[in-house]
């Protein structure tokens, strides 16, 4: 959870932080296509077991880097059957292959893959990671307005 809110935020990917404690982050962000006029909050949770029970309606994205334990808590615990509710954003490392537990969770899963880290580059060379970031958001706002997020139009 260290390193998603600069991402998220600034386009620029980091390694996560050792020993990070962070469980909950608040970030906004404008999307046009739902309310033109003002960002939207967006709470990041490291795990949902805090959750209450109308707290699921509001869910619209998951990020995964794969692995089908992170959804042992979550209210639809079956990856196929969680991103019927949320789309989902599997995080690689670009150029490698996506693994096949990913790839058959369907459609509704966006893959991404952001550069290695280069230890010692200090982030230089960092300048793709604002794509991948806007295309996640990209996703996350398509999916919201398909679902009948933001304003009618007219």
């Known amino acids: 959870m260290s390193n998603i809110k600069p991402f998220l935020?600034?386009?620029?990917?980091?390694p996560p932080a050792p020993n990070s404690?962070?469980?909950?982050?608040?970030?906004?962000?404008?999307?046009?296509s739902i309310d033109p006029n003002r960002p939207l909050r967006f709470i990041l949770v490291d795990s949902p077991e805090q959750f209450k029970p109308d707290y699921w309606d509001r869910v619209v994205a998951v990020l995964t880097?794969?692995?089908?334990?992170?959804?042992?808590?979550?209210k639809w615990n079956n990856a196929m059957e969680l991103f019927k509710h949320a789309v989902g954003i599997y995080v690689g490392w670009k150029g490698d292959e996506v693994p096949e537990t990913v790839r058959g969770w369907g459609r509704s899963v966006?893959?991404?893959?952001?550069?290695?880290?280069?230890?010692?580059?200090?982030?230089?060379?960092?300048?793709?990671?604002?794509?991948?970031?806007?295309?996640?958001?990209?996703?996350?706002?398509?999916w919201m307005k398909g679902r009948g997020w933001g304003a009618p139009a007219g």
Do not use: M
């Not at 880097?65 to 979550?74: A, E, I, L, V």
């Open 110 to 142: 966006v893959c991404v893959g952001v550069d290695k880290w280069i230890e010692g580059r200090k982030g230089e060379g960092r300048w793709r990671d604002r794509e991948v970031v806007e295309a996640v958001w990209g996703h996350v706002e398509g």
């Open 9 to 14: 935020e600034s386009g620029q990917y980091q």
């Open 65 to 74: 880097t794969g692995q089908t334990w992170q959804f042992k808590n979550y």
């Open 21 to 32: 404690t962070t469980s909950i982050l608040h970030i906004s962000r404008l999307l046009p």
